[in-house]
Structures are given as C-alpha cells and as structure tokens.
C-alpha cells in the first residue's frame, strides 16, 4: 500500500505540488482571519469600592462602611466572592464576578446597588462609596 502511494507520487509530482500550494495558501489565509491575541485576558471581572473616612478606626469603618456595602451586595446576579480591606480612613470592597458577566454590566449594577447604601446605611457624615 505504502509502496502504491509512493510510486503514484512520483509519478505525478505535479498533482502533489499542486496539493501542497493549495494547503500552503489556505494556511497563510486563514492565519490572517485568526483572531487570537498574543496574550489573553484570563483576569475575572472585579469592581472596587473605595471609600474613604478620614479619621475613622479601622473598627469603625469596618462597622460603619465595610460592613453595609458587603452586605448590600451580597444578592448580586453572578457573583463569585467579595473581599474587603478596613484601615484608618479607608474602605475597599473588592467584587468578584464568575466568568458570565463583563464590566460594562457589573459597574452599573454595582453602581445602583451603593444608592441604596448611601443613605439609610452609611451614618451621618460618613464619605460616599466610589467605584474604583
């Protein structure tokens, strides 16, 4: 069989080099319709909510600012996880998304869900959440 192959190869030579143009021009024209990009994007979705609180302790934002954003955003539609960092002066709240949504829907639902943190949440003279 292998033998058949061979001497039908050589015998029409140009049948194969023709083959072999064909599957060298559909190379190069599909490596120019390939859309991959040299490095991927394999980063989840995240939003941060920085706050800021001069003066506060680190217990005092967590209790005041921390607290009631994460607890607000715990009914997200795909979320993963959130994380947060309470310091002096400082709230970051940390949203994680699962693979499903992109950032132009996870900031505007983000964004909705601090203006019911606000108000009724956040104590009298604490600073406004901002999407970081």
């Given at each position: 069989?292998?033998?058949?192959?061979?001497?039908?190869s050589?015998?029409?030579?140009?049948?194969?080099?023709?083959?072999?143009?064909?599957?060298?021009?559909?190379?190069?024209?599909?490596?120019?319709?390939?859309?991959?990009?040299?490095?991927?994007?394999?980063?989840?979705?995240?939003?941060?909510?920085n706050?800021?609180?001069?003066?506060?302790?680190?217990?005092?934002?967590?209790?005041?600012?921390?607290?009631?954003?994460?607890t607000?955003?715990?009914?997200?539609?795909?979320?993963?996880?959130?994380?947060?960092?309470?310091?002096?002066?400082?709230?970051?709240?940390?949203?994680?998304?699962?693979d499903?949504?992109?950032?132009?829907?996870?900031?505007?639902?983000?964004?909705?869900?601090?203006?019911?943190?606000?108000?009724?949440?956040?104590?009298?003279?604490?600073?406004?959440?901002?999407?970081?």
């Open positions: 069989m292998l033998d058949k192959i061979i001497k039908y050589i015998e029409h030579g140009w049948i194969i080099f023709l083959g072999i143009l064909i599957l060298i021009a559909s190379g190069i024209y599909n490596y120019h319709r390939l859309s991959i990009d040299a490095v991927p994007d394999i980063t989840n979705v995240q939003v941060q909510i706050t800021s609180a001069p003066g506060f302790t680190p217990l005092e934002v967590e209790q005041r600012i921390t607290f009631p954003i994460e607000i955003l715990s009914g997200l539609p795909h979320l993963d996880y959130t994380r947060s960092l309470s310091r002096y002066g400082l709230s970051q709240v940390t949203v994680v998304f699962n499903g949504p992109d950032i132009y829907f996870a900031r505007p639902l983000i964004a909705e869900k601090l203006l019911e943190v606000k108000s009724p949440r956040l104590a009298p003279g604490d600073t406004i959440p901002e999407l970081a």
